[in-house]
């Protein structure tokens, strides 16, 4: 069993910077990717940046490349996405989660944790 839990969503200015933090705990998820989503109002759940266990590996929606970062530290079983030059249409909640074999699909991901609210106003 794996448990997870988001930390760090607010409510911010356009161009400012958040670092969303995930902690896991239960199972070992080293092997893992870890993966960001979010879900505005309204929209289904899409992909953000993921992970792969190793750390050596990234993969980042179009709409996010060169603004956010997804890391990890496995020996703390902790994931962050550090997100930069925020703009209005990334409100949404951001949800982390992990998989045993990765992907950019929610069908993928067998753990979730409860997601964080994260607003940017104009």
């Known amino acids: 069993q794996v448990q997870l839990v988001e930390s760090g969503g607010g409510l911010v200015q356009a161009g400012d910077s958040l670092r969303l933090s995930c902690a896991a705990s239960?199972?070992?998820?080293?092997?893992?990717?870890m993966a960001w989503f979010r879900q505005a109002p309204g929209k289904e759940r899409e992909h953000v940046g993921r992970?792969?266990?190793?750390?050596?590996?990234?993969y980042y929606a179009d709409s996010v490349k060169g603004r956010f970062t997804v890391s990890r530290n496995n020996a703390m079983n902790m994931v962050y996405l550090q997100m930069n030059s925020l703009k209005p249409e990334d409100t949404a909640v951001y949800y982390c989660?992990?998989?045993?074999?990765?992907?950019?699909?929610?069908?993928?991901?067998?753990?979730w944790g409860q997601g964080t609210q994260v607003t940017v106003s104009s």
């Open positions: 239960g199972r070992p998820f080293s092997p893992n990717t």
């Open positions: 989660a992990a998989s045993q074999f990765g992907g950019s699909s929610t069908r993928s991901y067998d753990y």
């Open positions: 992970i792969r266990g190793s750390g050596g590996s990234t």
